[in-house]
C-alpha cells in the first residue's frame, strides 16, 4: 500500500469512527444493581433526547476509580459522564477539574438529603449529584437470630456481633455467622474497615498529620476483624467486595453482613433473595464510641471539565438523579427498588415507606454520619471512611492490600501494621505535610 493510500486509509478509518461515535454520551459507571437497571431505561432517555446515544462503560468498583482518576487528570476525555464519590467529588471540584452543576427549578435541589448536597459541593456550589446515596448498616437473618435468642439493641457492639456470629456459625449447613468485606482497595475493604477503626477509637491521621496505623485501636480492631472472619466467616472473604457478598446473602449463606445501606433493597427483593422475608437491620456496631461507625457515600453523577458534550450531559446526568427518574424505576421495578438515599421526597412517600422495609435504619444511619466529626481523638481531615485528601488513595489502597494479606494468612496483622506507615508516610512527606 502506497504512503497516500495508507493515509487515506487510515483517514477513512478515523472518519467512520468520529461518524459512528458522533452524538454519544460516553458514562463510566460502576457494575452495581441499581446502575445496571439504569442502562435497561436509556430508551426512555433517549426517546425522550432524540439525537443523544447513550454509550455506557461499566466497570467494577476498584477499576472504575482507576480508569477515571487517570481520565481525569490526564484530561483524556474519555467520558463525558463519570460515576465517582465524595471522596473525589470535593478535591477535583476545587482542582477545577469538574463543571459546577447548575439545576433548574423542577429538578429541586432543596430535596436533596442535606448530608448527601454538602457532601457533593464545594464553597456551596454542586459538582455532582448522586444517583444513590448510602451509609453504613448491620443487616441480619432475623430467623437465625431469633432461633438462638439473640436481640439486637438499635446499635449493638462489635462484641455483640461477635458473640452472634459464632452462635449461628453453621457451615455443615451453609450459614457463615457473618460475611464481610476483605477485597483490597481504599473504598472496598478499608471502607469497611475505617468504621470499625473508628468505632474502636482510632483514626487515620493525628493533628500532625502523622499516620496512626500502628496505634492500639488499629491494632485491636484489625485483629478482631481477622479473627472474627476466620472463625465464622466464608472460606474465600479476602476475595470478597459487595457483589460478591450480596451473592452469598441472598443465597441464604450469610447470618449477618455489615455494608452499604444500599443492599438492604437487594436482599429484601424476592426475586432476588432467597431470605427476601427474613431479613431485619440495625445502625453499624460501636466499640468505644459510635462515632464514625457507619460509613457516609454518595455514588453520584458528574460531568469532568474536559467533556466536549457538556450540555448533553447535564441533560443526562439532570434525568437520572431527578425525582421523575425516581418514579419511573418505581412504576418499572416497584417502591422497593428505587435508588435511596437521596432525597427528602422518597421518605415522605407513603408508597416508599410501605414497600421498603429498611427505609427507617437507612435513614437514621445516613443522618447519623458525620463526616465533620467522625473519630474520637481529633482528626484534622472531613471524612467517615476515607480522609478527604488526594494522597489518600494510594495510601488506601497499599494500607488494603495488606489487610488483604492479613486475612489471605501471608502476613501477621503486626507485620501489616508495621508495613502500612511506610506507604503512608512516604505520600504524605511527598505531599507536604510533614518532612
Known amino acids: 500500500m502506497t504512503l497516500k493510500k495508507s493515509l487515506a486509509f487510515a483517514f477513512g478509518l478515523a472518519a467512520a469512527a468520529t461518524a459512528a461515535t458522533a452524538g454519544d454520551l460516553v458514562i463510566a459507571t460502576v457494575n452495581n444493581g441499581h446502575m445496571i437497571e439504569m442502562q435497561k431505561l436509556t430508551p426512555h432517555f433517549e426517546k425522550a433526547n432524540p439525537g443523544i446515544k447513550l454509550k455506557w462503560v461499566t466497570l467494577e468498583e476498584g477499576v472504575l476509580r482507576q480508569r477515571v482518576t487517570t481520565d481525569i487528570a490526564t484530561k483524556g476525555g474519555q467520558f463525558d459522564v463519570m460515576t465517582i464519590g465524595m471522596y473525589e467529588t470535593p478535591i477535583w471540584g476545587k482542582k477545577g477539574w469538574l463543571n459546577e452543576l447548575k439545576m433548574d427549578a423542577a429538578y429541586d435541589v432543596d430535596d436533596l438529603l442535606p448530608a448527601m448536597r454538602n457532601g457533593l459541593s464545594v464553597d456551596g456550589k454542586l459538582y455532582a449529584v448522586p444517583f444513590y446515596g448510602e451509609s453504613s448498616m448491620l443487616m441480619y437473618r432475623k430467623d437465625l437470630t431469633d432461633k438462638a435468642g439473640i436481640k439486637f439493641a438499635e446499635r449493638p457492639t462489635w462484641t455483640e456481633v461477635r458473640d452472634a456470629a459464632a452462635k449461628i456459625h453453621d457451615p455443615k449447613n451453609g450459614v457463615y455467622g457473618i460475611c464481610l468485606r476483605g477485597k483490597p482497595g481504599w473504598g472496598d475493604n478499608m471502607a469497611f474497615l475505617t468504621t470499625m477503626v473508628n468505632s474502636f ?20 480492631a484489625v485483629t478482631f476483624y481477622v479473627d472474627m472472619l476466620k472463625k465464622y466467616g466464608p472460606p474465600g472473604s479476602s476475595a470478597n467486595s459487595f457483589n460478591e457478598i450480596l451473592a452469598l446473602y441472598n443465597e441464604g449463606k450469610c447470618g449477618m453482613w455489615v455494608d452499604a445501606t444500599i443492599a438492604a433493597s437487594f436482599i429484601t427483593d424476592p426475586k432476588q433473595s432467597k431470605v427476601a422475608d427474613k431479613v431485619a437491620f440495625a445502625q453499624g456496631p460501636k466499640m468505644v464510641t459510635d462515632k464514625g461507625a457507619n460509613w457516609l457515600w454518595a455514588w453520584a453523577l458528574a460531568i469532568p471539565a474536559g467533556s466536549k458534550n457538556a450540555a448533553d450531559a447535564q441533560k443526562f446526568v439532570t434525568w437520572a438523579t431527578s425525582k421523575d427518574y425516581i418514579n419511573l424505576v418505581a412504576k418499572e421495578k416497584g417502591w422497593a427498588s428505587v435508588p435511596t438515599g437521596t432525597r427528602k421526597s422518597t421518605y415522605a412517600n407513603p408508597e416508599f415507606l410501605k414497600a421498603a422495609k429498611f427505609a427507617e435504619a437507612e435513614k437514621k444511619a445516613i443522618d447519623s454520619a458525620n463526616p465533620n466529626d467522625s473519630t474520637l481523638p481529633k482528626s484534622p481531615y472531613v471524612g467517615v471512611q476515607f480522609a478527604a485528601i488526594p494522597e489518600f488513595q494510594a495510601i488506601g489502597i497499599a494500607v488494603g492490600q495488606q489487610m488483604t494479606a492479613v486475612l489471605a494468612g501471608k502476613a501477621t496483622v503486626d507485620q501489616a ?3 502500612a506507615p511506610v506507604a503512608a508516610d512516604r505520600e504524605m512527606k511527598k505531599g507536604g505535610y510533614y518532612k
Open 201 to 220: 477509637g482510632g483514626q487515620w491521621f493525628d493533628m500532625q498529620w502523622k499516620p496512626q496505623l500502628e496505634s492500639q485501636p488499629w491494632k485491636d
Open 417 to 419: 501494621l508495621k508495613a
